[in-house]
């Protein structure tokens, strides 16, 4: 049958749970409630099926990892961003 209809199933569910995330942290410019282990772990998990995807020329792998592997690379670098931000502002509320 249409195996890739699983793959691409799977794909739409994974994604769907990490953008949301994404798009939470550039909103609110906040990603502290975010563990930065769920995203090295869960980042290098999916850059390692990416790799797999590759290996084995399965454009379903790639497809859905590399949407993976970009959401966990965001959430990285708001983790980064906002986290000087946050203690600026942190900082600034002490002085008042």
């Not at 890739?4 to 569910?13: D, E, N, Q, T």
């Not at 090295?40 to 399965?58: A, C, K, M, P, Q």
């Amino acid at each position: 049958m249409y195996i890739w209809v699983i793959g691409i199933a799977a794909s739409i569910l994974t994604a769907s749970g990490l953008v949301p995330q994404v798009l939470k942290g550039f909103i609110r410019k906040k990603v502290d409630d975010v563990s930065i282990v769920f995203m090295i772990v869960g980042g290098t998990g999916t850059f390692l099926w990416f790799i797999y995807g590759i290996l084995i020329n399965n454009g379903v792998i790639i497809f859905a990892n590399s949407i993976n592997a970009t959401c966990y690379a965001l959430m990285l670098l708001q983790k980064n961003l906002y986290k000087s931000t946050n203690e600026r502002l942190e900082t600034v509320g002490e002085k008042s």
